[in-house]
């Protein structure tokens, strides 16, 4: 009985009774993107690294795990918790300072990435990462699955843009270089083995990043293709010749039906293709014409439309963005996440087409993604749920090929819990082996998002 | 007696005889940067991963150490080696593929620096990094001690530039993961482990990297500042308006030395200032004009030089590039090698400046150094030696206030064994603790670079 009244109020007495929150109150959150995010019951909101130590401590020494929470938008059963667990909330560690000189920040694990964003603009920067759920994604978080997004393949992943890092071990060690330099090499990189180990080998509490200028004004253009080979040479077209700040990627069904859905339909009336490209870019209407031009000749791009508003920019990007629109006509969902190098797209895509099809043929294709680092987030889908063999048949379906191309079968989301199985059918057992070491040498009691993102040995 | 008849025969069993270098043999090799680098007397050169984990493997069970080295380049002793060890040449580890399309490469740990960048050249193409020592420094090497150099400020270190990796563990495990794809995160980033961690936990064999367009046709100019501040500021306004390619900061005592021991004092004749500031920009003579004007206007710039050939640009590179032209009249040298934010490089400098005159007057500061990155080369040197108490006085005055200003002392060289102290003084306790349980699980033998990077516990 770790959790009885001794154990909470030592919580208490580490962060205050009124940021120990039981069933009630924690019934009262909103629990994101996975209903058993709250399932523990039982959640504590500290506000420093000394706090979080402390914690840790506490659960190390009686075995009650620990799960991190950021902005519970994880697509991957990260934060999954259930009774007998304690949620650690990092919404209390909220610091943000900018410094416009050297262009760096210093973040709280709690804060947003729209809050971080914003606190950029105002000095003419950026944060150099945007992703959907930018408005509850914490940086925490998104240090944690080492977030990706729609500006990495200029910018790189979220642990590309880490500096330094605060973070504290499973036994309450803290772990502290908050250094404000990209070139650092003191040693093995802790930062970077936290980054991506989603709350299994220790909690991050605070980081400093890299900032980027703010990107100039931009023109956004939607353009129709016949398919992704295409699609990436109009694409290289305008990026050879810079400034190219966005390229995002939708296959027809998934453009189709989120337009409806969201009652943008207009926006694709000027073309129906295979493929639509949305490019953001910061070279001028001449600039593009002229990056345009020998696409169109070359039938690359069958046809464009430049938004000629916010507004209209707004209605391209609505989208791609809403991507929760696709589940009101089907439900039941599959979602996956992977990486191919960009010359496997179209066979891939197709082959994917014809294993699904094998399997059942009304299963709804949706595809889209970020172009440039040929990251699709796919989405298979139907209006009735799906049984266990359909569902593994599926999983191995957009498995298939996969890592013989050297793509990846976890782009940007995460592992969690939802794709442990995945993980374990495609890094090879030696890789596996390596992960319990490291997991088993930092966090030996286990109580670390236990279950999470390292596979069981068998 | 490890390295016996037996153990000799097994090395030739895996390789080849001819593949073994004995006393003699390696005796003929150039030791690079550290005449102690092949004082192990004994060398094997395997050509694939498969022997290397067999080479590891004997070694594992027979307890002798493995030094890796790549092109013998390192500055901070990673690649020293002692009777009793065994080197591990990486130069037939040497795979080159590229592909255009995809831009990546997969490249071999032995393959240098130059000949994969002539390979990229060739299809238009960059690996995204650069550095002094391109002709002789191998990838492999440039992995472990995650290498930067003069392009890091836009294309990230070696660690960014990684997509896949192949790597053996001591006990000859084969991690291979050759992933061609920027977003993976397939669980713990093992590649980001290894890269930076100099062969102590594992020794790479292969990498895939991401490749970049080659730079455009690019102009090289020479600025003469009153001090680091006006320079970062030029630097800035050719920055923001895209196509810095390069900017590399001299303090006049460095580049009057090199340029005279060079014969290239004309180059500087144009101005006597404190600072140099080189640009390499992709701006246009009328672009680089307007973004040099308000620099020119507010006095942060003295007077500029715009090199109007390929061999006027060569030149000025040549001061840049020469450090070791620096030891001719000075031969007794202490190297370091720091990150600090840009803002603080003046006040740095000046205090510094001072702790030697403290320790002694004679002292001369050589300063140089990738300005967008805030990474110092410096150089205190004199004409006779350094006593002990000296030489410990100087590293004190380097180390001064670095890491709370939120620097670096460790920036792109690597720690080897030259900045083991500098590392045992900067790093926290629980760091070094969380390093030596990192190097405990993957190599519990200790057989992969033993004293190197990792200090040892008190």
New interface residues.
Partial sequence: MPLDTQFLQSLADIVGEEHVRGQNAVAMLDPGVDPSNFAAGLAVRPSSAAEVAAILSLCDATGVPVISHGGRTGLAGGAVSAPGELVLMTDRLDELTI?P??R?AIVGAGISLQSLQEACAAEGLSPGIDLGARGSATVGGMVS??A?GME??RY??M??RLL?MEAV?ADG??????????????????R??F???EGT?GVVTRV?MKLE?ADPPSVTMLAACPNARTAIRAMRNI??R??MLRAEIMWRDYARVVAEHTGLSRVLEFCDAAVYLIIETALDLDGLGEALSPSLDAGDVIDAVIAQSGREAADIWGIREDTFAASWSLPHQLWFDI?????CLDTYMASLRARLDTLAPSLVLFGLG?LA???LHLTICRKCSFERELRDGISQAVEHGVKD???????????GTAKLAI?ER???A??????R??K???DPNGILNPGK??PAAR
Avoid: W
């Fill in positions: 410094d000189v050297g760096v699955t080492n990706g990495a393949f790189g992943m642990r590309q330094g071990l060690t803290v772990l502290c270089d908050l250094a404000l330099v990209p070139k650092n090499n003191e040693g093995y990189d802790l970077q083995l980054c991506g180990a080998l400093t200028r990026e050879d810079g400034g990486s191919l190098p960009l010359a970020h680092d040929g990251n191309l050297g793509g990846s079968m976890s782009a940007e989301h995460g592992i993980l495609n890094a090879s030696e890789k596996l082996a390596v992960m070491r490291l088993a040498a930092l993102v390292v």
